[in-house]
T-cell receptor, first 115, second 112 residues
Framework: ELKVEQNPLFLSMQEGKNYTIYCNYSTTSDRLYWYRQDPGKSLESLFVLLSNGAVKQEGRLMASLDTKARLSTLHITAAVHDLSATYFC???????????????FGTGTRLTIIP | DAGVIQSPRHEVTEMGQEVTLRCKLISGHNSLFWYRQTMMRGLELLIYFNNNVPIDDSGMPEDRFSAKMPNASFSTLKIQPSEPRDSAVYFCARGRGLHTQYFGPGTRLTVL
C-alpha cells in the first residue's frame, strides 16, 4: 500500500522567514503533485512534477522532486500572510497507462504565517 | 475556474435517508474522480471513471455507496442509507492524462 507522509503537519512561521515542507512516499513514482487548500475551500493545483530532478517555481513557492529518495519538497521563501493554507502533496504510482488516475494524498501541512 | 460544478453545496439529512451528490463537468476531460475529505481520514479517493467507465471503485467504503456516470459530463454519487459517519466534504475532480486534477467546490454533507 502506497503511503505518503508530510512533515511537519503544522507549521507556524513568521512573515519574511524561509521554510520547507517535506513529502515522502513509499513506492516508486516520478509523478508528484502539490495542492493548496484554504479553510472551507476546494483544492487548488500548485505544481506538477513529472520527472526526477524536476523543479517548479511560482512566486515565493518552489517545489522539487527526487525520485530516488522518494522525496519532494515545497520551499517557501520570505513568507507572507497570504500563503497561510493547508498544503498537500499527492503521488501517482503509475498504476495505469492513463496517468494521473489514482492519486494518493499526503496528510497535509497546515501553514500559518504570523505577522 | 476548475470547470467542475457540484450540487448541492451543503446537504443536511437524517440517518437512513438517501443522499445523491451531483457533479457536472463544463469542459472536455478524460477522467472523473470522487473524493471524500474528513479530519480523521484526510482526503480519500472513492472511485474514478475514465471515458465514463468506472475504472477503480476500491475506495468506496461499502455497498451503501454507489456512483454512476451516464454521460461524459455528469456523474452522481449516492449513499443509501446514509449514516452519521458519512458526514464529510465530497469533492468531484476532473483530470486529463498527466496533467493535474481540477477539483470542484465540494459538497459538505452532514448526516444527523
Amino acid at each position: 500500500e502506497l503511503k505518503v507522509e508530510q512533515n511537519p503537519l503544522f507549521l507556524s512561521m513568521q512573515e519574511g522567514k524561509n521554510y520547507t515542507i517535506y513529502c515522502n512516499y513509499s513506492t516508486t513514482s516520478d509523478r508528484l503533485y502539490w495542492y493548496r487548500q484554504d479553510p472551507g475551500k476546494s483544492l487548488e493545483s500548485l505544481f506538477v512534477l513529472l520527472s526526477n530532478g524536476a523543479v517548479k517555481q511560482e512566486g515565493r513557492l518552489m517545489a522539487s522532486l527526487d525520485t530516488k529518495a522518494r522525496l519532494s519538497t515545497l520551499h517557501i521563501t520570505a513568507a507572507v500572510h497570504d500563503l497561510s493554507a493547508t498544503y498537500f502533496c499527492a503521488v501517482d504510482p503509475q498504476s495505469t497507462n492513463f496517468g494521473n488516475e489514482k492519486l494518493t494524498f499526503g496528510t497535509g501541512t497546515r501553514l500559518t504565517i504570523i505577522p | 475556474d476548475a470547470g467542475v460544478i457540484q450540487s448541492p453545496r451543503h446537504e443536511v439529512t437524517e440517518m437512513g435517508q438517501e443522499v445523491t451528490l451531483r457533479c457536472k463537468l463544463i469542459s472536455g476531460h478524460n477522467s472523473l474522480f470522487w473524493y471524500r475529505q474528513t479530519m480523521m481520514r484526510g482526503l480519500e479517493l472513492l472511485i474514478y471513471f475514465n471515458n465514463n467507465v468506472p475504472i477503480d471503485d476500491s475506495g468506496m467504503p461499502e455497498d451503501r455507496f454507489s456512483a454512476k456516470m451516464p454521460n461524459a459530463s455528469f456523474s452522481t454519487l449516492k449513499i443509501q442509507p446514509s449514516e452519521p459517519r458519512d458526514s464529510a466534504v465530497y469533492f468531484c475532480a476532473r483530470g486529463r492524462g498527466l496533467h493535474t486534477q481540477y477539483f470542484g467546490p465540494g459538497t459538505r454533507l452532514t448526516v444527523l
